[in-house]
């Protein structure tokens, strides 16, 4: 789903927010994906408990999403819209343009052992 958040228009240059409240969890951590090689792709795994939102602050990349029934590709490039990404979905980001940047919120403190690496192994737990 693609969340708009509030845009603040200046002619000094626009401003936009992430706040609790913005998103649909509290936020415990942000990281961020830069200089990412042309070609490359990151991802490649699901979680089962933690949420994400994702922004293209920079430049723009494709996100594929996977819930095990179908996928959906989510082309993000504006800094003021981003893609919320609930439990139990698998997701692929590719296709980044030179200098992208992703910055991911997440409803948890990094726990790898919250993440499925594998896809079959992401297709069982669902069931
Ligand atoms: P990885 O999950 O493979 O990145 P992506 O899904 O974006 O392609 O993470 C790459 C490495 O970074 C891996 O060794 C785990 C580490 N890492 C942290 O230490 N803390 C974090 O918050 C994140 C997201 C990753």
Redesign the pocket.
Known sequence: MILTLPKIEDPRGNLSVIENGTIPFPIK?V?Y?YDVPSGAQ????AHKGQQEFIVAVSGSFDVILDDGSGQRVFSLNRPYQGLYVTTKIWRELKNFSSGAVCLVVSSGE?DEDD?IRDYDEFIDYLK
């Not at 990151?42 to 795994?45: D, N, W």
Request: charged share 20%; net charge positive.
């Open positions: 951590r990281y994906l990151r991802g490649g795994h990094y993440y």
